[in-house]
C-alpha cells in the first residue's frame, strides 16, 4: 500500500531561519503532489500542489517545493519564517487508481513552531 | 465562491448519544471525503463518495460509524451510540475533477464525547 512519510514531527525555528520539512512517498507511478497547512484550530487549506511541468512549485505565502522523482520527495521549503507561520503542516499525495478512483493519502503530519 | 460549509462546528454530548455531523459540499463538485483527526492517528480517511455514491468506506472505524449522501449538495455522518474515543475533529472535503483533483477543506466539526 501507498505511504506518505514526513520525517519531522516537530520542528522549532527562530524568525528568519530557513525552513525544509522532508516528504517522502512510496508509489512508481504518476502521483499528484500536496502541502496543506492547518493553522492552530482552523482547517487545512492548500498551499502548493503539483500535477506535472516545472517541478519547482511556488505556492503562497512564499512557501516552495520541490518534487524529485527518483527519490520520490517533494519538500517544502522557505527562504525565511515567520512567527505567523506557525502550523502544522501535511503532505499528501493523489494517487490515481484507476476507473476515475483516486487515493488521497496524507502524511502524519510536522509541526511548525516559530520562535519569536 | 463559498466554501465546504460543516455543521455544527462545535459539540459535547454524553456518551450513548447518538451524532449526526452535515457536510454541503462546494457546488459542482463531485467527490465527498469525510476525514477524522486526532492527536493519536492525525488525519484519517473515513469514507467518500462520487456522484453522491460511497466509493471506498475501509476508514470506517465500526458499525456505529454510517455516512450518507442522498444528493450532490449534502452529506452526513453519524455515531451512534457515541463512545469517548470518538472525540476529534471530523473534516469534510469535496473536489471535482476539474479543479485538478484538489481537495478543498470545511472548517471541521469538533467533537467531543463526554
Known amino acids: 500500500a501507498q505511504s506518505v512519510s514526513q520525517h519531522n514531527h516537530h520542528v522549532i525555528l527562530s524568525e528568519a531561519a530557513s525552513l525544509e520539512l522532508g516528504c517522502n512517498y512510496s508509489y512508481g507511478g504518476t502521483v499528484n503532489l500536496f502541502w496543506y497547512v492547518q493553522y492552530p484550530g482552523q482547517h487545512l487549506q492548500l498551499l502548493l500542489k503539483y500535477f506535472s511541468g516545472d517541478p519547482l512549485v511556488k505556492g503562497i505565502k512564499g512557501f516552495e517545493a520541490e518534487f524529485i522523482k527518483s527519490k520520490f520527495s517533494f519538500n517544502l521549503r522557505k527562504p525565511s519564517v515567520q512567527w505567523s507561520d506557525t502550523a502544522e503542516y501535511f503532505c499528501a499525495v493523489n494517487i490515481y487508481s484507476g476507473a476515475g478512483s483516486y487515493q488521497l493519502t496524507f502524511g502524519k503530519g510536522t509541526k511548525l513552531s516559530v520562535i519569536p | 465562491d463559498a466554501g465546504v460549509i460543516q455543521s455544527p462546528r462545535h459539540e459535547v454530548t454524553e456518551m450513548g448519544q447518538e451524532v449526526t455531523l452535515r457536510c454541503k459540499p462546494i457546488?459542482?463538485?463531485?467527490?465527498l471525503f469525510w476525514y477524522r483527526q486526532t492527536m493519536m492517528r492525525g488525519l484519517e480517511l473515513l469514507i467518500y463518495?462520487?456522484?453522491?455514491?460511497?466509493?471506498?468506506d475501509s476508514g470506517m472505524p465500526e458499525d456505529r460509524f454510517s455516512a450518507k449522501m442522498p444528493n450532490a449538495s449534502f452529506s452526513t455522518l453519524k455515531i451512534q451510540p457515541s463512545e469517548p474515543r470518538d472525540s476529534a475533529v471530523y473534516f469534510c472535503?469535496?473536489?471535482?475533477?476539474?479543479?485538478?483533483?484538489?481537495?478543498?477543506f470545511g472548517e471541521g466539526s469538533w467533537l467531543t464525547v463526554v
Open positions: 472535503a469535496s473536489r471535482s475533477t476539474g479543479t485538478g483533483n484538489t481537495i478543498y
Open positions: 463518495f462520487n456522484n453522491n455514491v460511497p466509493i471506498d
Open positions: 457546488s459542482g463538485h463531485d467527490y
